[in-house]
């Protein structure tokens, strides 16, 4: 004969608490935007362990989710990140202009870091696009992906900046003539006669520190926050 297996109650009870907790954050509602929801994140995440990360990543991923803008995707790595962290919930573009096009009418546009486009050179001529969101976001990893949506995040007080030139210069020149300016830079891609790089901190796109920079067409594309 098969045995039920008799429930713990304190599980149960810690499951029903856990239901309880989500309820009240959807109720709750999201901050006024993505570098409050950074700052907010960050001091949650402050000394808990690797597991206990990931899994309030995963909640608060499909939380943001639920509450957030619609979610598009394009490219095979933004799919992965995607589900990983908001779950089966964003739409797949077949091209980088139709990803784009989403975020312009509102949405929120994951899109892959590759060769094969060089979409992000796009945002120079489309300032009303910023990049909002690196994945992964660990300070010790390059991401894979850029979230676009419309409008820039201010300072979180650990970001990277994302910024574009069309310099014929090596990368490592590039870097060298960064930094002479107080810039630390990190090259990321480069596409279509363009480059991308990460840059440390937060920098605007007035910063005077680029005035000198390298490339007859550069510029910031966004800022996002590193955990």
Same mark, same amino acid.
């Given at each position: 004969?098969?045995?039920?297996?008799?429930?713990?109650?304190?599980?149960?009870?810690?499951?029903?608490?856990?239901?309880?907790?989500?309820?009240?954050?959807?109720?709750?509602?999201?901050?006024?935007?993505?570098?409050? !929801?950074?700052?907010?994140?960050?001091?949650?995440?402050?000394?808990?362990?690797?597991? !206990?990360?990931?899994?309030?990543?995963?909640?608060?991923?499909?939380?943001?989710?639920?509450?957030?803008?619609?979610?598009?995707?394009?490219?095979?790595?933004?799919?992965?990140?995607?589900?990983?962290?908001?779950?089966?919930?964003?739409?797949?573009?077949?091209?980088?202009?139709?990803?784009?096009?989403?975020?312009?009418?509102?949405?929120?546009?994951?899109?892959?870091?590759?060769?094969?486009?060089?979409?992000?050179?796009?945002?120079?001529?489309?300032? !009303?696009?910023?990049?909002v969101?690196?994945?992964?976001?660990?300070?010790?990893?390059?991401?894979?992906a850029?979230?676009?949506?419309?409008?820039?995040?201010?300072?979180?007080?650990e970001?990277?900046?994302?910024?574009?030139?069309?310099?014929?210069?090596?990368?490592?020149?590039?870097?060298?003539?960064?930094?002479?300016?107080?810039?630390?830079?990190?090259?990321?891609?480069?596409?279509?006669?363009?480059?991308?790089?990460?840059?440390?901190?937060?920098?605007?796109?007035?910063?005077?520190?680029?005035?000198?920079?390298?490339?007859?067409?550069?510029?910031?594309?966004?800022?996002?926050?590193?955990?």
């Amino acid at each position: 004969m098969l045995v039920e297996p008799p429930e713990d109650p304190a599980r149960l009870a810690q499951d029903e608490a856990v239901i309880r907790a989500v309820r009240g954050r959807l109720a709750g509602g999201r901050r006024p935007g993505p570098d409050a !929801e950074a700052i907010a994140l960050r001091a949650l995440l402050k000394g808990l362990s690797a597991a !206990e990360t990931a899994a309030v990543r995963a909640v608060l991923g499909r939380i943001d989710a639920a509450q957030g803008a619609p979610l598009i995707v394009w490219g095979p790595a933004s799919q992965v990140i995607a589900a990983d962290r908001y779950g089966l919930v964003a739409r797949v573009a077949a091209r980088p202009e139709a990803a784009l096009k989403a975020a312009h009418e509102g949405g929120r546009a994951l899109m892959d870091l590759t060769t094969a486009s060089a979409w992000w050179g796009r945002l120079l001529a489309e300032p !009303e696009l910023r990049v909002v969101a690196a994945l992964p976001d660990h300070r010790a990893r390059h991401p894979r992906a850029l979230m676009v949506q419309q409008g820039p995040t201010g300072p979180t007080g650990e970001d990277r900046t994302f910024w574009v030139t069309d310099s014929p210069l090596a990368p490592g020149r590039i870097v060298s003539a960064l930094g002479e300016s107080g810039l630390a830079a990190s090259p990321l891609i480069e596409s279509g006669g363009l480059k991308l790089f990460a840059l440390a901190g937060y920098v605007q796109a007035q910063d005077g520190r680029l005035s000198e920079a390298p490339g007859s067409l550069q510029g910031v594309i966004g800022a996002a926050p590193v955990f």
